[in-house]
């Protein structure tokens, strides 16, 4: 085995244990606040993959360097995009009444906002599925 | 209780996706982000989605709780994508500003 090689495999390793993680803290709906630790591990692991091929690497050997350095360098990126902002002025506040809105349902079928009046309603907006 | 969701996904995706909820929400496509415009919930820092996704923007992840005359009585914006409203808060709220209510 090159020397590469078994360097590779730690940093793959480490990325997709992190990243394994990372997915299983989201899904919980529990990923932390700070994330720094996360990014730290995720760029060293993508840091030994770069070693990996500085060392040297077979054909098959250098495929887990690529992954860990894909890996180690993705889920940083997405950390350092995710702010969300609203413009302050438009954005709906406590107190506001909600604005009257149609929209088609999963059957395909409009549904109006004025059949919620007289219910307890919980609205939640999220992002897309993919 | 009426329960909604807005996504920027088409009708078709979310009649493909909705068994992974389990969830007897309305759920509501939003493609255009009309709703999103609407509530002013529209995200304008950068657009994350997958080159694939055909909306040209995306929503700020939110949840809102409203009252039977329409208005609103709690919101939890997210200020960052990865951290979702905790379902732990939003079950608090509920009961906070629900149980005060007699219907």
Redesign the interface.
Known sequence: MKAGTKLGLVACFLAMGTAALWFYL?RQ???P?D?TLFAIVLLAAAGLGVLAYIKGTGLVGGVPPAAAIVIGLFLPF??S???????AD????????????S??????EI?DSDT??????????????? | ?????????S?E???A??H?HGLQ??????VEL?????????????H???LS?E?VA??????????????????D???????????GV?LAA?QAH?DT?E?
Request: proline letters at 6%.
């Open positions: 989201t709906v529990s990923l606040d994330r997405t950390m995009v995710s702010e969300q902002t609203v413009e438009r954005v709906i506040a406590v107190g506001d009444r909600v604005p009257r809105f929209a088609r349902d999963a059957a395909g549904f919620l009046h007289g219910h307890l309603v919980l609205i939640k907006f999220f992002r897309a599925h993919w | 209780m009426q329960v909604l969701t807005v996504s920027t996904d009708p995706d979310i009649a996706e909705r992974l929400a309305r759920m509501l496509s939003d009309k709703v999103t415009d609407a509530f002013g919930l529209r995200n304008t820092g950068f994350s989605a997958p996704h909306s995306l929503p700020v992840p939110a949840t809102l709780l409203v009252d039977p005359e329409g208005r609103v009585l709690w919101l914006l997210s200020k960052d994508y990865q951290r979702r409203s905790d379902p939003v509920m629900f209510l219907l």
